[in-house]
């Protein structure tokens, strides 16, 4: 399968576009008019430079306004044809997009549009060129992939063929099972864009809002299915119009583009009997039935801190590493690491973001099949040197410098607790705690589709509803992502501005990911009764909040004073209840929560959040102040 990108869709000048789409493993491009016209090489420099990068030119576009025009204006498109052919020629491509009409004066009709469009190929033809006809959404007479074919069908031409674009027939809601029908040689090049549900205008829709494969909502898997099934075996290829991919990465939205493709294709050959697509053998996505640990890097003042707020959430020092500074402490299934290391991995995260999780363990079925499929995906896998008696970890490089390391009871890898810690029985029960409810990460808005694809193309994880959070400061946008029985939930949280608490956290941080832990207790009033015997020093909450909970809810005053008593916070929803419990902020603005999921509940508290956030800005430290 040969994998493709329009220029369109990553930022930068066109050198720094064909480096970050050759890095991230691309096949071609789409070579835009505009990113060649841009440019100040000629035509044979450009060529040249786009393959000494191992890429080819899959695709020349958009040529516009040629079809159904009154004789003046038609001989003035011919015209405008060559001179693109004569481009092309210098380049080398050999085909050309040509979107539908939208001129003004354009006259509809089938017949007359392939009357043009078959002169056109007899012109091609001679210079061993093809035409392709696209038909967008808003076009003036064809805006439907159906109707173009027809005009392609007719036009019975051998240089002249169909290419489809999933926004313009998904956007308008067209049946994709149609394309079945369509014969696979005659489709000369596929387009792929994704792109949220929002009523507007169809073409500020296209040029402002599409994203990759999986980061939106149209069905752009049952598309390319359909697509297989007539035979197509030409390019595939990406053609986005993102505002914020315009001001982004270049080899961030580059790889997202790759990973979100072949992640794509990989499903389609698995769902679609039949069809032959060539792509390495890829494990399917990845099962987590669990956090296995969460690493915190520390050193100094705050890793006394943190080793002083454990003990008060129940946790218990469960045994030490055998050869390096690493300290498991232990709460049920609840393992949290202290890696106190001047040297690795761990120590370049402290130097960089102050105390941070540095490293998360997920239990999965099979540890080296996970990294196998991300590693085809695009992520790095991450390795450091072992010590004598230690396991080698499979691990990639995860997201905002951290780690994901990955272990499996099928090679032993979860038994590394007995294998490299000296460890001793718990003493108790803690405070009831029992597992990671979800991990909170906080990054840029405009990375929150970036973070959301490589969670969803690597495990088996569906998305949420994206919610708006409001911080006194500002807004931020929160989305969760949760595997199969809530076994491994996280929620993006991505802030627009440093005024908020996110914000600010990222920016005080220098970029760490994780900004709060939530554990999860089958008990919210015995394990807040128990943390009051060890000393645990929850967020205030106003006694407004409480006042306004009877308002909102039906609920028992006497229900109301003892969550006022113990600081605990409420919601509920069609499925259940979910009470919320908060530490103070440690290090730098992370912070612990405790939950307790009723029945079904399926949310995080989002309508809890303003007035959690608005008693943690009360206890901010003033700006210049140091960490403690």
């Known amino acids: 399968m040969k994998t493709s990108i329009a220029t369109v869709s990553i930022s930068g000048n066109l050198p720094e576009k064909l480096e970050a789409i050759a890095k991230a493993g691309f096949d071609g491009i789409e070579i835009f008019e505009q990113d060649f016209i841009a440019h100040d090489g000629d035509p044979r420099e450009v060529g040249d430079l786009i393959r000494s990068m191992g890429l080819e030119i899959t695709l020349f576009q958009p040529f516009r306004d040629f079809e159904g025009l009154p004789d003046t204006l038609r001989a003035k498109a011919f015209d405008r044809a060559e001179r693109k052919f004569d481009l092309m020629q210098e380049l080398g491509t050999d085909l050309v997009l040509i979107c539908s009409s939208c001129h003004p004066e354009a006259v509809g009709g089938i017949d007359r549009a392939a009357r ?21 959404a808003w076009g003036r007479h ?163 801190a943190l080793e002083a707020l454990l003990p008060t959430l129940g946790f218990e020092l469960a045994g030490k590493h055998i050869s390096k500074k690493l300290q498991l402490w232990q709460q049920n299934d609840i393992r949290i690491v202290l890696n106190l290391e001047n040297t690795g991995h761990a120590h370049s995260a402290f130097v960089m973001h102050g105390t941070t999780v540095c490293d998360i363990g997920l239990s999965v079925g099979d540890a080296k099949a996970t990294v196998k499929r991300a590693s085809l995906l695009g992520a790095k896998p991450f390795n450091q040197p072992i010590g004598p ?92 992502m ?26 005080d941080s220098f970029g760490a990911s994780v900004q709060h832990i939530a554990l999860a207790t089958d008990d919210m009033f015995e394990t807040a009764e128990k943390l009051k015997t060890l000393d645990f020093d929850s967020l205030t909450m106003s006694k407004n909040y409480y006042a306004d909970l009877t308002a909102r809810f039906d609920l028992d005053s006497g229900f109301v004073a003892r969550l006022s008593s113990l600081n ?28 307790e999921r009723q029945k079904k509940y399926s949310g995080y508290g989002a309508p809890n959040a303003p007035f959690r956030i608005a008693a943690q800005k009360r206890l901010a430290r003033p700006k210049g102040m140091p960490r403690i």
């Open 482 to 507: 949760e595997a199969k029985d809530g076994a491994l939930r996280i929620t993006l949280n991505g802030a627009e501005t440093h005024r908020t608490l996110a914000g600010n956290f990222l920016a």
């Open 389 to 480: 008696g230690e396991l080698n970890l499979p691990a990639i490089r995860g997201l905002g410098g951290s780690v994901l390391h990955f272990l499996d009871d099928a090679t032993g890898l979860n038994k590394v607790w007995e294998v490299e810690f000296d460890t001793h029985s718990l003493a108790a029960q803690g405070a009831g705690l029992k597992r990671i409810d979800h991990l909170a990460q906080t990054m840029s808005y405009d990375e929150m589709l970036s973070w959301a694809l490589f969670y969803t193309t690597l495990f088996d994880m569906q998305k949420t509803l994206m919610v708006d959070v409001v911080d006194p400061d500002g807004l931020v946008r929160s989305q969760g």
């Open 116 to 136: 043009d469009f078959h002169a056109l190929g007899e012109r091609a033809a001679k210079r061993d060129l093809r035409v392709g006809y696209e038909a967008l």
């Open 568 to 595: 605990i916070l409420y919601d509920e929803d069609a499925g259940g209840r979910y009470l919320q419990l908060y530490s103070k902020p440690f290090a730098g603005g992370m912070f612990f929560e405790i939950v």
């Open 142 to 304: 064809v805006n439907d992939h159906r109707d173009a074919w027809e005009v392609v069908r007719r036009a019975d031409h051998a240089n002249v063929g169909l290419i489809l674009d999933s926004f313009h027939t998904l956007g308008r809601k067209i049946d994709p099972e149609t394309i079945r029908r369509i014969p696979g040689d005659k489709i000369f090049f596929v387009q792929l864009a994704d792109a949220p549900v929002i009523d507007m205008d169809l073409l500020y829709w296209s040029r402002h809002f599409r994203n990759m494969p999986g980061e939106g909502d149209l069905p752009v898997k049952d598309f390319m299915r359909a697509v297989m099934a007539t035979g197509y075996s030409g390019p595939v290829s990406l053609e986005i119009f993102n505002d914020q991919f315009r001001g982004g990465s270049p080899n961030t939205i580059a790889a997202d583009g790759y990973r979100s493709l072949i992640a794509l294709m990989d499903d389609v050959r698995n769902e679609e009997q039949g069809v032959d697509i060539d792509l390495p053998d890829i494990p399917a996505r990845t099962d987590v039935s669990g956090v296995a640990f969460v690493e915190f890097a520390t050193l100094g003042g705050e890793a006394k």
